[in-house]
């Protein structure tokens, strides 16, 4: 660690995780209620368990960035923080909103959760992963404002680098599109429009910013390959993103109640969308054949390399498999939906996160890396992780199969219900359970990685202390 | 195998090929260029299903202010190329000349679209009108997007290059390069979607 004040990334980092490891456990509620459907009914049911495993996921990639950033941008700006004070502050009313939150989701009947937030004054709530009540919803504007003022105001008194600038770009887009969330019109098609541009240009438009600028940061630091020749890639890697994400928000726009033009707009641009995230691996490899250092921690590269690959599968080949217009007229809210959503999530967001936490926990903590067995235990969590969401990907793409089989290709006289369908797919839900469970194991290794990493700190090499 | 053209006193070294500008530009244009193939295309498909609706469309649009727009394009990448080479030849305030009055030609270029546009909306043509005005309409405007990117490109780097923003000579020369590669760019999809817009039948 390079300036005191990076420690304000720790308690980011470390809510972010204990969020993470709240949301597969929702994850695992919902995949033994796809099977043994009043599970844990009426406590939890499962529009409830759905609502959580999803938010939990938004606000622990948002807590794993602003983490990240606080990490970051003083190094790249050789200079402390603005103001540490400010960061910790944000951190508990962030946390506490959180957390309230989620209670309120878990304890309170969602329709008197509105009531008692005054959701009428200004209704915003009953949306998909837009259900937090509008305080809340306040709130964050208010946290990720501060938040970017913070980081404004250091990158400005600091030096300037293109991962900075990135990286706030990106920030700023999040900050404005959140805006979207407080606008909610009476009519449905509407609000599908609109709802899309906090969705889809959160992740598929400024969260790759975030992420390119996290990966180029963990690849200077760990190849030691030239600033000029990394900044190339990024810029070319997000004009790509957005030049195909912007217009790719097309693609949700079919059979909406849009314009029918947008099933020309969404297939075309949603069809390179895949190019950035295939950039980033190309980044990512090329880098480490050019590294002129052997980086100790190599768990980080692990998951950064791992991230890009995981982030082509998921985001590009899997979101590719179903955006065509013609295609998706038959797969629109099935099971491969999921299963894109899954791996994308995973690989794109999950897993920087992930390496840049392990990139930045060691160092925050006075170690240049883990021990080699901390390292040898978290890189074998990668492998885990990856793999097993790798078969829950593959089974939901085998149930989505399925649905489009059974319900969506057949003409209305041979095609069958939601419900008998979703007794078909019953064997491939107990699979992707199992997967779930292997997940949530990987999940415990990484965890107790950090547990294998303090118990052996001493065989870890110190912090160079030397720029 | 003496053949005559090679001479054998001729010691000079060989010409080794390079690319104009920067490698990441190229792949940049790449990628633009593969934006604009799937957009062409899914024109050409959709003409193909929808032939007279195309025939009737094409009709209806202005082929002269397309061609005075497709020759003022034409000189705009004249003028980039020009303060490339004269600057690469020793006259360095040539660059800021040329892609200046490169940019003046993507303005005015987008002038004459403008007032294009202005004359279909005013008889009542828009994106929603039919397939082939989606096209007509989308496609030229992301063009034009990408002329307002180019006069962006040009101007910024004939600035830096006047200000004396670049370390070095090589990196001025790569800069001047890179953008002018881009704007021929630019020119050269225009040189696709005006045959194919305006002039097939």
């Keep these: 660690m390079k300036y005191a004040s990076q420690a304000v990334a720790k308690p980011y980092f470390a809510f972010a995780m204990l969020l993470f490891v709240g949301q597969i456990v929702f994850g695992l509620i919902l995949g033994t209620q796809y099977i043994i459907g009043d599970f844990l009914f009426p406590e939890i049911p499962f529009n409830v368990a759905r609502m959580v495993h999803t938010n939990l996921l938004i606000v622990w990639l948002l807590f794993a960035f602003m983490g990240a950033t606080y990490y970051l941008v003083p190094e790249e700006s050789q200079t402390e923080l603005w103001s540490p004070k400010l960061g910790y502050a944000l951190f508990w009313i962030f946390a506490v909103a959180g957390v309230l939150t989620i209670l309120g989701y878990l304890l309170v009947p969602y329709a008197r959760l509105a009531e008692l937030t005054g959701n009428d004054l200004l209704p915003t709530m009953g949306r998909e992963f837009l259900e937090q009540p509008t305080v809340t919803k306040i709130g964050i504007a208010l946290v990720v404002a501060g938040f970017i003022l913070n980081i404004l105001m250091t990158v400005l008194k600091g030096r300037k680098t293109v991962v900075n600038m990135v990286l706030v770009t990106g920030l700023i887009g999040l900050a404005v599109f959140w805006m979207f969330s407080f606008y909610n019109p009476k009519s449905l098609v509407l609000d599908k429009y609109f709802w899309w541009w906090v969705v889809h240009l959160w992740v598929e438009g400024v969260w790759e910013l975030i992420l390119g600028a996290i990966l180029a940061f963990i690849l200077i630091k760990t190849t030691g390959v030239d600033r000029e020749v990394v900044e190339k890639w990024l810029y070319l890697i997000i004009a790509m993103a957005l030049i195909s994400g912007i217009l790719g928000t097309g693609h949700h726009y079919f059979f909406i109640g849009a314009p029918s033009y947008w099933l020309w707009i969404g297939s075309i641009f949603s069809a390179i969308e895949p190019l950035p995230f295939f950039l980033m691996v190309l980044f990512a490899l090329s880098m480490l054949r050019q590294r002129r250092r052997e980086h100790p921690n190599k768990a980080a590269v692990t998951w950064a390399v791992g991230c890009t690959i995981m982030a082509f599968l998921g985001a590009g080949v899997w979101g590719f498999l179903h955006t065509l217009a013609p295609v998706n007229y038959y797969t629109h809210g099935t099971q491969l939906t999921a299963a894109h959503g899954h791996l994308a999530f995973f690989g794109a967001y999950a897993m920087i996160g992930m390496a840049i936490i392990s990139y930045a926990w060691p160092k925050l903590h006075g170690r240049e890396c883990n021990s080699p067995q901390a390292q040898r235990m978290e890189i074998w969590s990668c492998w885990v992780m990856s793999l097993s969401m790798l078969a829950i990907t593959l089974l939901l793409t085998w149930a989505g199969w399925i649905q489009i089989e059974l319900q969506r290709l057949p003409g209305d006289a041979g095609a069958i219900g939601y419900m008998q369908t979703q007794d078909a797919i019953m064997h491939v839900y107990w699979m992707r359970l199992a997967a779930g469970v292997a997940f949530a194991v990987g999940l415990g290794m990484y965890l107790y990685s950090f547990l294998v990493a303090r118990n052996t700190r001493e065989e870890a090499p110190a912090l160079m202390t030397a720029a | ?201």
């Design chain 2, 1 to 201: 195998m003496n053949s005559p053209e090679y001479s054998l006193t001729d010691l000079s070294p060989p010409q080794t090929a390079r690319i104009p500008g920067d490698l990441a530009m190229w792949c940049f244009i790449l990628a633009e260029l593969l934006a604009f193939l799937l957009l062409l295309g899914s024109m050409a498909f959709a003409r193909g299903h929808w032939e007279q609706m195309f025939s009737a469309g094409i009709a209806t649009l202005h082929p002269e202010a397309g061609l005075i727009n497709t020759l003022i394009l034409l000189s705009g990448s004249y003028f980039a190329a020009r303060g490339v080479r004269l600057s690469a030849q020793g006259q360095p305030r040539a660059l800021g000349r040329g892609f200046s009055l490169a940019a003046l030609c993507g303005l005015g270029y987008v002038a004459i679209k403008l007032s294009e546009y202005a004359l279909l909306f005013g008889a009542g043509y828009n994106l929603r009108t039919d397939t082939f005005y989606f096209f007509y309409f989308f496609t030229t405007f992301f063009h034009m997007a990408h002329v307002l990117i180019g006069m962006v490109i040009l101007l910024v780097v004939a600035r830096r290059y006047r200000t004396g923003q670049y370390p070095n000579a090589d990196k001025a020369r790569m800069a001047g390069e890179s953008a002018a590669s881009y704007w021929h760019m630019v020119d050269l999809v225009w040189l696709v979607l005006f045959p194919l817009l305006y002039v097939l039948p």
